[in-house]
Every structure is written in C-alpha cells, then in structure tokens.
C-alpha cells in the first residue's frame, strides 16, 4: 500500500537447516490495527516441507 513500517518485535525459532534444497517463506497477517499489525511466517523447505523456522513480528504501520 506503500506505507512505511518500523519493527516492533521479531522473535524467530530455527528449528532446522534448510539442506540440499532451496527454501520457502510464507507469511500472514494475523490482526492488523489502525497502527499495528501483528505477522506469522514459516520457513520451510520446497521440496520436503519440512518446518525449519517460524517467526512472530510486530510493526508499526
């Protein structure tokens, strides 16, 4: 939408490498405010889909 974000928070967990294959991120929008917008994301791999991290972010929009 062209908006400027600034980072709040972001918590990653590595669960796993990403090995012999690339990787893949998927990202949501959880809840979003007038000024805050809380984001989900995983990482996983593109030819297993095994989970190998997951992220929580905060911005302020």
Same mark, same amino acid.
């Given at each position: 939408?062209?908006? !400027?974000?600034?980072? &709040? !928070?972001? /918590?990653?967990?590595?669960?796993? #490498?990403?090995? /012999?294959?690339?990787?893949? %991120?998927?990202?949501? &929008?959880?809840?979003?405010?007038?000024? &805050? %917008?809380? %984001? *989900?994301?995983?990482? *996983?791999? #593109?030819? !297993?889909?095994?989970? %190998?991290?997951?992220?929580?972010?905060?911005?302020?929009?």
């Amino acid at each position: 939408e062209g908006r !400027s974000m600034v980072t &709040i !928070s972001m /918590d990653v967990q590595y669960l796993s #490498a990403v090995k /012999d294959e690339d990787a893949v %991120c998927e990202g949501w &929008i959880e809840k979003r405010g007038r000024s &805050i %917008c809380f %984001c *989900r994301a995983e990482v *996983r791999g #593109a030819e !297993s889909g095994r989970l %190998c991290a997951t992220a929580n972010l905060v911005y302020k929009v």
